[in-house]
């Protein structure tokens, strides 16, 4: 396993130095006659662990962990929250969850309402792939533990366990059950995810910046790219940053060889990453939040700098700092604050954060107002399969259903991502919808257009696009488009 790296979050730094560094900090004494200028303090120390192992009444201490815990307590006494120490074991589990490894047997999962744990996707190539599981499997039991009531987590807490072991699912398809034996596999989570949407808007969401996360991303590029792309949308929300490399290498792509990031030492020694010549031109808006962090602000800062990409969002977290990744030479590897770094133009990110050209508050909203900004299309589509989808992205179930040929569609969420506006008038025990400048009232009772059930309106999609201006209907390549002016 590599061990140096240079990271932003966790974040990894190619090689900081040769030589070893003292494992314990320090004051005194003249370094110009040779002495440690440690030593006063490690002497210190010694003398408490000496007389902690000799003296102390329970005689089974574990003098490693004495160690490991003063060198955590050394490292929070800089008041620097990434500066950390890691045991081997403790390292190769940060290592596996930046690189996204894990046991498991390739399954996604989403849960409904009513508390049914359904299979959302399925990895190819999976333990779960080969047993035959498909997408919308509802899972039962776990080991014979049933899930009913439990949340995902809960759910993925039980399907944990050693590459190699197995584990029993028993999932519900059409009405039946089955129980499958499944051996759990060294599995690794895409950095990387692409969707064409409608009218031909790239979109990509980054997860994190594993090692090859520059790599998997300009391959969905291209494909992109290929099939006709107009305009792109990165999504960097919820991404906690990861190898600085990564970030770099995706901003070269868009930046033509003008300074990526600019990096200063405790020193105050300034150093320039730089892009290389060309780049690619395309109408692009990048999704940031509060929890968008480090090598993922380095990204948005870079593109927001160079005007190559309008960020929609909300304030990103404010981390612009990089921490190297240290074996010891006596064991345990440090994790060490080491640089900060500044957007091209300068910008502190540091306890800052950074700015979006357009803030926008409800996650819909943003990828909403993203979509449009690139002339992108926010249509509900109807498929013929009584499937939906809206602006190119699965719907989720119940905002549309197909009952017979008829089309109808849930007032409560239709309103929430279109900005029209429903509410229940108890004194004429109606439902009021107003889109655009229309307002209706609805009976809910004995009327053929529309049903309610366990408190959510439905409402023929027929009968809204006459209603409502607003809402107008388009048949298109076997699907029905119902966009709303």
Known sequence: MKMKRLLVWGALVTSISG??????????????????????????IHEVLTTVMEKHLND?????????????????????????YFTEKEFEDFYNDLEGTFAGIGILYTQQKDGKLIIQSIFEGSAAAKADLQEGDEVIAVDGRRTYGKSIDQVMELMKGEPNSSVVLTVKRDGKERSVTLKREQMQFSPVDSLMLDNKIGYIALYTFSENSAEIFRKHLSKLESDGMKGLIIDLRDNGGGYVDAAIGIADIFID????????NREGKQSDIRATAGAMKVPMAVLVNGRTASASEMLAGAL????????IGTKTFGKGIVQATMPLEKGGILKLTVEEYFSPQMNKINGKGIMPDIVI?????????AITYLNGSTALRLNPDGTASIAGFPAAEGIAKKVGTQWFIALRPFADLYKCQVYWDNQSQQVVFRCGDTTRKYSV???????NE?????VALNKLSSDFPAIYVEKRDQSIFVHVK
Not at 445 to 451: Q, R, S, T
């Open 454 to 458: 366990n408190g959510t309106v439905w």
């Open 304 to 311: 927001q700098d160079y005007k190559v990409g309008t960020v």
């Open 361 to 369: 508050e409800k996650p819909d909203d943003q990828l909403m107002r």
């Open 19 to 44: 030589s070893a560094i003292p494992v314990w900090a320090a004051e005194n004494t003249s370094q110009e006659k040779g002495d440690n200028p440690y030593a006063a303090q490690e002497a210190r």
């Open 257 to 264: 060889n003008g300074t990526i990031v600019h990096i200063k």
């Open 60 to 84: 089974r201490l574990d003098v490693k962990r004495l160690t490991d815990g003063a060198i955590r307590g050394l490292l929070e006494e800089t008041g620097d929250p990434y500066s950390s």
């Open 445 to 451: 009772k004995d009327n053929p257009y529309v049903h």
